[in-house]
């Protein structure tokens, strides 16, 4: 503003109109003030050369150019950040997770595994309606789950502590805590200190007089499992722990590389990994038909390319969600990202 106002001669709104238009990053928004911008440098005693490559310069600036206060403001917040973060580490993070949204959740949630920063998922009697620190551990409220939301909590809280799934039950108010929210209750493990999700459902079931929905009978524990991350909107239960027995079976378990194994791999080194099928696109090359897939083990993505003679090989009809071992090498993208490439050495497992 000062150099539009005292050098340029324009008038302290115009100067202001200026400011805004930069800050918005329209520079174009700026160029009808130039003339008289030039003029009033020159009357300045600048000459019109030098004014119109301060003009530029100013032009130039505008693409990167922000607000002092601002910048004062924001490397404050980072640095106070940091040094919480630092110096207390779980105090933090139990504090961030209230203001996160459900994907930067499952972000912190990789962050605490990988950290074995202790937690509790939600307790029916220890949880409340936020995120709390007791001891060392990080308590998960309720509302973390799909379809808990605030008056649900709010109740829960209110009622606590339940000596029985009975007792929940009976005292409970049906009308903020109803039929679907108790279900996710049940497969998010809230209930577990009183039985197994299986027998909670059918108890739960039974205590309404009612029959159980047919998608909720006889479950396998890897079903259960499934539908407890799915709840939870996190990756509680990793893919492979999920499918040890299949992998166990087909003799690639100990094969799997983690994510960080697969990170400190060299570039042409053979790696093994295990997601789920996020997307993929078969397109025509010169060679034939080839692939490229996503797959994603919770916050953990692979970028796969199927060259054709192994596509052509393989012949296996993927659909979103599918589960998949694979088998191949490291390699540098175009892109510069990391990738597996598979070709004829390559293998690839449906699960």
Sequence with gaps: MGIFHELGELSLTEADIIRTTIKKKKPELVKPYKIRFIKGCIHNGMTKTKAKELFEQLMIFSLYS???????????????????????????????????????????FNYLNK????????HINKSKEKFYLKGNTIIFPFNV?????????????????YDSFEDFFNRIEKRKCNKRIIVNLIISGVFDDFGIPQDLINQFFSLRK??????????????????KNNVLNLQVVSLKRLYSKKLKD???????????EFENKQIGEPVAVLGKVLRFKEIDSKRGK?????????????????????????????????????MGYKKMGRDKETQIELDRGGK???I
């Design 66 to 108: 922000f607000n002092r206060s601002h910048s004062a403001s924001y490397s404050y917040i980072g640095y106070v950040s940091q040094l919480l973060k630092v110096n207390y580490q779980i105090e933090f993070i139990t504090a961030l997770l209230d203001y996160a949204d459900k994907e930067e959740r499952k972000k912190i």
């Design 115 to 122: 950290e074995q920063i202790k937690f509790r998922l939600p």
């Design 145 to 161: 789950m799909n379809g808990v939301g605030k008056k649900a909590s709010v109740v829960i809280v209110e009622k606590q502590p």
């Design 210 to 227: 009612e029959k159980v929905p047919e998608e909720l009978v006889n479950l396998s524990k890897r079903k259960w499992l499934t539908l």
């Design 250 to 260: 087909l003799n690639v378990y100990e094969m799997i590389n983690t994510y960080d």
């Design 290 to 326: 080839m692939a490229f897939i996503n797959l994603a083990d919770g916050d953990n993505n692979y970028k796969i390319i199927c060259w054709s003679e192994f596509w052509k090989a393989f012949g296996i009809t993927l659909k979103i969600g599918s589960v998949l071992v694979v």
């Design 348 to 350: 690839i497992w449906k």
